[in-house]
């Protein structure tokens, strides 16, 4: 699955809600600000503050996220996540906080998602599989 060049600048300049879920099916899903795409198959996220999230992804790598503004940018993204606490992505992850908020605390860990469906959530085509 291609993420499109307006989806990439899409993701790398919008806040998203990010959904997961435990490995029985309860779902959680919080606000993200820190979320880019590193190419147009793979997204990284900063986890900074995940509990929940953190602990539902350790069990499940299935994640979705929709942006803030899904009534102008209308996707609905799915993929595989997996965590890094040490390593390039890590490292990463490190570099890029302390740039964007270099108050913010350290992150603990890089969670990099492979995109692997894109849907629309436009209204009049919802749910229309785009990739
Ligand atoms: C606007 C906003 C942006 C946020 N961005 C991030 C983020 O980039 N990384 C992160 O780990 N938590 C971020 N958080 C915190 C999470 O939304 C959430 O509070 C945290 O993951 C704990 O919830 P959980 O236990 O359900 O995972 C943000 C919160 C808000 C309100």
Redesign the pocket.
Known sequence: MVLTEEMMKIIAEN?AY?A?ATADGVP????????KPLDNKTVL????????????LEANPKVAFVMHDAAKYPYQFKGSAKIYKTGDYYDQVVSWIKETAPLAPK??AAIVIDVEEIFSVKVGDAGKKLE
Do not use: E, W
Not at 28 to 35: D, E, R, T
């Open positions: 806040r990010f997961t959680n899903v919080v606000p993200i600000g820190n979320i996220v900063a986890d900074s503050y995940m509990i929940k999230t953190h602990a539902n992150p603990k």
